[in-house]
């Protein structure tokens, strides 16, 4: 099946840095990119999004960018912050028999030290 | 707001045993999705479906049935559990299947003895 990549699988920062999170997928149809955000024993919760007729978006101290051509979008969380330490995952949408589906990356363990 | 509630949290199953995982939810969503989630392998998709009585499988379907009695509820069967299988169960909803977003269960946490 269609795939997600993700990298790196842990990262750690200090605190006020910035955090990068790269996500590459296969299928040019797809069309819509979210991001979760994942609390230990919490579930999975979408922080930001973005869809295929965009290459920017940028909301509270996240910004996502798209790149089509290269298949390529990741987060960048500016300022992190202890709170911001969790698995974050990326997604893209894929085709699937009958209907859509997202895919996952294999998520990144964002860890932000004081 | 909704919730999506996932019975029971815990699972503990023998080997070859069948094990069925429930969820509800109460968004009055259409689409409804079941995912794997093991260590180091992100979410995986199992089975989703788009209406009642509708099933569609993801890439992990083998060895696992699914069931949409209802636009509220999904079941997924694991149809013999395999020994040393430890995994959380995740179950989401969404209004469409088309680019919107995905509400996330707590997760039911299996471990097969």
């Known amino acids: 099946g269609e795939q997600v990549e993700q990298l790196p699988s842990i990262l750690r920062v200090q605190e006020g840095s910035s955090a990068s999170i790269n996500c590459t997928y296969e299928?040019?149809?797809?069309?819509?990119f979210p991001w979760y955000k994942q609390e230990p024993g919490e579930n999975p919760k979408l922080i930001i999004d973005i869809r295929s007729n965009m290459e920017r978006k940028q909301t509270q101290g996240l910004i996502v960018l798209l790149d089509k051509k290269a298949k390529r979008f990741s987060l960048h969380i500016t300022d992190t912050q202890p709170g911001d330490s969790a698995m974050y995952f990326c997604?893209?949408?894929?085709?699937?028999?009958?209907?859509?589906?997202?895919?996952f990356g294999t998520g990144t363990t964002v860890s932000v030290s004081p | 707001g909704g919730i999506i509630t996932q019975t029971p949290k815990f699972l503990i199953g023998q080997e070859g045993q069948k094990l069925t995982l429930k969820c509800q939810q109460n968004f009055n969503h259409d689409t409804m999705y079941w995912y794997r989630q093991d260590s180091g392998k992100g979410l995986r998709l199992i089975y989703y479906s788009i209406t009642e009585n509708d099933l569609q499988k993801g890439d992990l379907s083998e060895g696992y049935d699914a069931s949409r009695e209802k636009k509220s509820s999904f079941s997924l069967t694991v149809t013999s559990a395999q020994k040393n299988e430890m995994a959380v169960f995740l179950c989401?909803?969404?209004?469409?299947?088309?680019?919107?977003?995905?509400?996330f269960g707590k997760g039911t946490r299996l471990t097969v003895v």
């Open positions: 997604a893209a949408s894929a085709s699937y028999q009958g209907g859509r589906a997202l895919i």
């Open positions: 989401a909803s969404s209004m469409g299947d088309r680019g919107t977003e995905v509400f």
């Open positions: 299928n040019s149809a797809s069309n819509y």
